[in-house]
């Protein structure tokens, strides 16, 4: 597994002084692109050949959210590579062994100038060497909808949105979906599954489901409802 250590910032926090959900992504994001940078399988490797890995779908169990001050250690490995689909899990743990959050993700390959999915080379894959996956109740990558839900307030993509991609970063969405909850539900679980990349001015349309089993799902959509992003939000146990 490779890892990294931290401590959690006042910047990452939330009203509590307790890392923020969007916060908890972005060092999932970041372990993976450290591991991948060190082994020469980063952006130098892959913006000369034209390609790039896209986010397919997340599932991330939180046990506790780190607060201020907490020193924390990040870990990532991926356990799957299979045609142009890659399969990577993540944790956040304390210096104790204590497991704060554990994650799965899916990512696919694709050519940057087509946005169509390419086999990953071998001499791309060998470079990480595959562990096997940690043990959670894996779940599929579709998020189930039912039910009738209410409209939230539109959201206009900014600048501080986007990625290097130049597409609205993947945390970001997760950012916007959360905005629609309840003030008082605490997120325990999410599974988030993106199916349409967005752009610098683009207008997304919240429509929030609650389902009779107490998951609450954010589908964000364009203009012509045609879905960008589906979260789904379980509370904490």
């Known amino acids: 597994m490779y890892s990294f250590e931290s ?3 006042y910047s990452e926090c939330d009203s509590n002084c307790k890392l923020r959900l969007e916060a908890l992504l972005n060092y999932f994001q970041d372990a993976s692109t450290f591991q991948s940078e ?8 892959l913006v000369p050949r034209n390609l790039v890995w896209v986010l397919v779908s997340w599932q991330i169990d939180i046990n506790r959210y780190p607060k201020l001050g907490e020193e924390v250690i990040i870990g990532t490995h991926p356990h799957d590579f299979k045609g142009f689909w890659g399969s990577r899990n993540f944790c956040m743990m304390t210096r104790e062994g204590e497991m704060l959050a554990k994650a799965n993700s899916l990512w696919t390959l694709l050519n940057f100038d087509t946005m169509k999915p390419v086999m990953a080379p071998k001499e791309l894959t060998e470079k990480y060497t595959l562990e096997p996956p940690w043990e959670m109740e894996y779940a599929g990558r579709k998020i189930r909808i039912e039910g009738d839900g209410v409209d939230g307030e539109p959201i206009l993509v900014r600048k501080q949105h986007l990625d290097s991609n130049l597409h609205v970063n993947n945390a970001q ?34 429509h929030v489901i609650e389902q009779a ?11 012509a409802a045609d879905v960008y992003v589906n979260v789904e939000f379980t509370s904490m146990k």
């Open 173 to 206: 969405y997760v950012s916007m979906a959360v905005d629609s909850l309840p003030q008082d539900f605490q997120i325990g679980g999410l599974r988030v599954e993106y199916k349409k990349q967005a752009h610098l001015n683009d207008t997304l349309y919240p």
């Open 213 to 223: 089993d107490g998951r609450i799902v954010v589908s964000l959509s364009g203009e």
């Open 7 to 9: 401590k959690i910032r």
């Open 38 to 45: 060190e082994l020469g399988a980063g952006f130098e490797y």
